[in-house]
């Protein structure tokens, strides 16, 4: 049995091994197994270190990625841009880091139709908003306003800005309902941090709210918005895009879309 897994804490309400599993069916991949598997940043290292041959992939989530690169061999470049990655994949004896949420969030965002030179507003500044700023990057924004709770972690994320020569625009939480004014705004804090945002905020329905979580969903973030009129992309969305990536590097193998997205569909219905 060839396995992969997805690590983090808490971890029993992911649907990735829906999604994966149900890729390893559709291709008949019937000696591949994908699971959950609790695990903490302390934990990661000793975790990895004990894992044998049979393992090929793991996904990585909440609080896990920045420490999965000290237990890389080899990080690619975007996942040492940014800091963080989501995924670690077998080769020969050793790991290599990447970040699958970037390539996930420009893929939806694109076809969501964000063009270069918008405005993007990043809500939060751990692993997600990391990608997400690479992922601003990517699409050529114009200006990223970060708003996070913590100076210090502005000031982390500032670096990966300059790295990628994208202008950053630093705010504080206070001052959260001003950068909502964007055309693209990214939520990647957790439940509940940014509801008082959906009491007070006002929206303009041009704006793409593409908040990553998806459970509860949809959040009180999402449901103004979408009241609002404006396009909504969710965490199951990324969830979906992301495993795509990961499917590819674990497997070698072309990722069923649809019978994935199905699974995730029904998982969630």
Same mark, same amino acid.
């Given at each position: 049995?060839?396995?992969?897994?997805?690590?983090?804490?808490?971890?029993?309400?992911?649907?990735?091994?829906?999604?994966?599993?149900?890729?390893?069916?559709?291709?008949?991949?019937?000696?591949?197994?994908?699971?959950?598997?609790?695990?903490?940043?302390?934990?990661?290292?000793?975790?990895?270190?004990?894992?044998?041959?049979?393992?090929?992939?793991?996904?990585?989530?909440?609080?896990?990625?920045?420490?999965?690169?000290?237990?890389?061999?080899?990080?690619?470049?975007?996942?040492?841009?940014?800091?963080?990655?989501?995924?670690?994949?077998?080769?020969?004896?050793?790991?290599?880091?990447?970040?699958?949420?970037?390539?996930?969030?420009?893929?939806?965002?694109?076809? &969501?139709?964000? *063009?270069?030179?918008?405005?993007?507003?990043?809500?939060?500044?751990?692993?997600? +908003?990391? !990608? $997400? /700023? =690479? @992922?601003?990057?990517?699409?050529?924004?114009?200006?990223?306003?970060?708003?996070?709770?913590?100076?210090?972690?502005?000031?982390?994320?500032? &670096?990966?800005? *300059?790295?990628?020569?994208?202008?950053?625009?630093?705010?504080?939480?206070?001052? +959260?309902? !001003? $950068? /909502? =004014? @964007?055309?693209?705004?990214?939520?990647?804090?957790?439940?509940?941090?940014?509801?008082?945002?959906?009491?007070?905020?006002?929206?303009?329905?041009?704006?793409?709210?593409?908040?990553?979580?998806?459970?509860?969903?949809?959040?009180?973030?999402?449901?103004? !918005? $979408?009241? =609002?009129?404006?396009?909504?992309?969710?965490?199951?969305?990324?969830?979906?895009?992301?495993?795509?990536?990961?499917?590819?590097?674990?497997?070698?193998?072309?990722?069923?879309?649809?019978?994935?997205?199905?699974?995730?569909?029904?998982?969630?219905?």
């Amino acid at each position: 049995m060839t396995r992969a897994a997805v690590l983090g804490r808490p971890i029993a309400h992911s649907l990735s091994p829906v999604i994966h599993n149900a890729g390893y069916a559709a291709l008949g991949l019937t000696d591949w197994s994908y699971t959950a598997v609790e695990c903490d940043e302390a934990a990661l290292p000793d975790l990895v270190a004990g894992l044998g041959p049979e393992w090929a992939g793991l996904s990585l989530t909440m609080p896990l990625k920045e420490v999965a690169l000290t237990v890389a061999t080899e990080v690619a470049p975007v996942a040492a841009t940014v800091g963080a990655a989501n995924t670690l994949v077998r080769r020969g004896t050793g790991w290599y880091a990447t970040n699958t949420d970037v390539e996930g969030m420009v893929a939806l965002l694109t076809e &969501a139709g964000v *063009a270069a030179g918008a405005r993007f507003t990043i809500l939060g500044a751990g692993g997600t +908003a990391r !990608a $997400a /700023l =690479a @992922a601003a990057s990517r699409l050529a924004a114009e200006s990223v306003t970060v708003v996070a709770r913590r100076q210090l972690a502005i000031e982390e994320l500032a &670096a990966a800005a *300059a790295e990628l020569n994208l202008p950053l625009r630093p705010t504080l939480w206070p001052d +959260a309902l !001003a $950068a /909502l =004014a @964007a055309d693209v705004v990214i939520s990647t804090v957790p439940k509940g941090v940014a509801d008082p945002l959906a009491i007070n905020g006002t929206w303009h329905p041009s704006t793409i709210l593409f908040d990553a979580l998806y459970d509860p969903w949809p959040t009180p973030l999402a449901d103004s !918005a $979408a009241r =609002a009129g404006c396009d909504i992309l969710s965490g199951l969305d990324l969830l979906l895009a992301q495993a795509l990536g990961q499917f590819h590097l674990f497997t070698g193998a072309e990722p069923p879309v649809d019978a994935m997205r199905e699974a995730l569909s029904r998982a969630r219905s």
